[in-house]
């Protein structure tokens, strides 16, 4: 079975500082990874997505992430948090051509 | 592209009416599309999946005869809520995938449509 367990439910980071939103997975087969995020009201954006080419993935806000399979970790990262990053952030891992399963979310705060 | 609309965005019905949604592919054809419900402050959760022409594929737990899904097209699926009750009082998103297309994997997400029952 596929899970995706989100460390910190909260992470608060400084304007300009770096972020890193944590994200394991399981998965019994090589599974595509996800991380999306959400504006209040409003649906999800995907970030970026990992499908068994390189392993550092660079998506889009200047956020990136690494896929490591002897960790089963897929952690999202930037260099530089923007006052406009502050939302929520949704890790998910799909077994290929089956569903999407969620992790439960963290809610990034920037402060000033 | 890869654009998926959701109607409407927002809606308030009375207690025991039924309300329909609908999320429509706005660019590519979604051979399967899916209905999460969101509560505050929590992750989505998979209410059903839908092939087009096919019956839903419902999750555990979610009543099928409350919520009816219906995805006659391949540009079109709807989520009724039959008979609402405060409780169902929810962020709905749904979501497509385009088995034929160049990211099979990949599920487009609508923007959402924030249901309240009183």
């Known amino acids: 079975a596929q899970s995706v367990t989100q460390l910190g439910s909260h992470v608060s980071v400084s304007e300009g500082a770096l972020v890193l939103l944590r994200c394991n997975y399981s998965?019994?087969?090589?599974?595509?990874l996800f991380w999306y995020v959400q504006y209040p009201n409003q649906g999800l954006q995907l970030l970026l997505k990992?499908?068994?080419?390189?392993?550092l993935v660079k998506g889009i806000n200047g956020f990136e992430a690494e896929f490591k399979k002897s960790e089963t970790s897929f952690h999202l990262t930037k260099p530089s948090a923007h006052m406009s990053d502050a939302a929520e952030y949704f890790c998910?891992?799909?077994?290929?051509?089956?569903?999407?399963?969620f992790g439960k979310g963290t809610r990034l705060h920037i402060l000033p | 592209g890869a654009v998926v609309s959701q109607h409407p965005s927002w809606v308030i019905c009375k207690s025991g009416t039924s309300v329909k949604i609908e999320c429509r592919s706005l660019d590519f054809q979604a051979t399967t599309m899916f209905w999460y419900r969101q509560f505050p402050k929590q992750s989505l959760m998979l209410m059903a999946t839908s092939n087009e022409g096919s019956k839903a594929t419902y999750e555990q737990g979610v009543e099928k005869d409350k919520f009816l899904i219906n995805h006659a097209s391949l540009t079109l699926s709807t989520l009724t809520v039959t008979s609402a009750h405060p409780e169902d009082s929810s962020f709905y998103i749904c979501s497509a995938r385009d088995l034929g297309g160049p990211s099979p994997y990949e599920q487009y997400f609508g923007p959402g449509t924030r249901l309240t029952v009183t």
């Open positions: 998910a891992v799909s077994p290929r051509d089956d569903k999407i399963i």
């Open positions: 990992y499908t068994s080419a390189a392993t």
């Open positions: 998965s019994s087969v090589p599974p595509y």
